[in-house]
């Protein structure tokens, strides 16, 4: 058979593949997609006008305005700073190197509410190190921050580990200095691990409830989208909760697929 009638016979799948594919999106299926289509027909169940009118309510506006805005910040500084500490923690040697590799993963074991308390504590108005971030919108940043940090590092991380030092020795043997062999050498390959790192920090700080739930005081100022749909489900609005997470769910969507594409650009390019 010619390689032309090879590429265009049509790619046929083995049965154990095609079990395998069959169990994935069945399980993803009811994990995932059933009920997210839930939450998107409840959503318009007063109809699209009540959806409009409860998408764009000052005070559901107020919230994702919020939500959005602090979750690219955490976004953005983690992606630097996440890659500030995988590269301490892959590259130097100091004493409570394993006590710091303990700390990152931290936010991942504690239950977020517990981190909330943890973070009350720090910063609020009984704190140690005498910063009262107690009902501020800095007490939130610094909450995502805390809970979103360990995604960049931990991505990061494998990256940083696998790369061939013999490269970077070469650079600086033929006289790059260590900004332009970072930018040429190292930040290619690590570039599409910070953008898979920054899209799973944002997706997280989108959803964080628990964690800001204390320092935050559930004020109007600081009142995120998960917090705000709590309380429309406590005022039994499910239709209203429905609509804000349909939002949010949308602005997600399109922000982490716009970090795939760098992901993918960046992976193209190294």
Sequence with gaps: MSQASSASAPYRLRPVATAGLGVAVLWLS??????????????????????????????????????VVTSLIVCVVNAVMGTVVAWVLVRDRFPGKRVLEVLIDIPFALPTIVAGLVLLT???????????WYATRKGLLVALLFVTLPFVVRTVEPVLL??????????????????????????????????S????????????????????????????????????????DLAGAAATATVLLVISLLVIGLLG??????????
């Design 30 to 67: 009811l994990l995932v997609l059933l009920p997210l289509t839930a939450v998107v027909v409840k959503s318009t169940g007063d109809g699209w006008p009540g959806f409009w009118d409860a998408a764009t309510s000052t005070q559901s506006l107020a919230a994702i305005r919020l939500t």
């Design 162 to 195: 696998s790369l061939e030092r013999d490269v970077e020795e070469a650079a600086a043997s033929l006289g790059a200095g260590p900004w332009t062999t970072f930018r040429r050498i190292i930040l290619p390959p690590i570039l599409p691990a910070i953008a």
């Design 197 to 236: 790192g920054a899209a799973l920090a944002f997706g997280r700080a989108m959803g964080e409830y628990g964690s800001v739930v204390l320092i935050s005081g559930q004020l109007s100022h600081t009142e995120i989208a998960s917090l705000h749909i709590y309380k429309q489900i406590q005022d039994d």
């Design 122 to 132: 720090l910063y609020g108005a009984t704190s140690p190190l005498g910063v009262n």
């Design 261 to 270: 594409l760098v992901q993918r650009w960046a992976a193209r390019r190294g």
